[in-house]
Nanobody
């Protein structure tokens, strides 16, 4: 199983960004997928999750601003982030649970300038 996160970058406060996570070596459509983030000096936190059936959940701080989605044909996970603020600055990681194990992507940096 390999996860490759990409699409991060520098964006101004109030702006939008979409990050992606390409999966390989797994039956993507069967797996729950997650986005985590880790800000400097802070613990990694769960941002959003999406089940194999497409049900999504979000941490309170991003509700109404972030949207997690998946394309099972392209085997890609997305996180659309709108109305970004400085507190969203972090390295964003995708994760899956497969074969009773956790697999992580390498992370993509999102920096929001105020």
């Amino acid at each position: 199983v390999q996860l490759q996160a990409f699409g991060g970058g520098l964006v101004q406060a109030g702006g939008s960004l979409r990050i992606s996570c390409a999966a390989s070596g797994m039956n993507f459509r069967l797996a729950p997928m997650y986005w985590y983030r880790q800000a400097p000096g802070k613990e990694r936190e769960l941002v959003a999750s999406i089940s194999s059936g497409g049900s999504a959940n979000y941490v309170d701080s991003v509700k109404g601003r972030f949207t997690i989605s998946r394309d099972n044909v392209k085997r890609t996970l997305y996180l659309q982030m709108n109305n970004l603020n400085a507190e969203d600055t972090a390295v964003y990681y995708c994760k899956t649970e497969y074969w009773n194990k956790d697999f992580w992507g390498q992370g993509t940096q999102v920096t929001v300038s105020s």
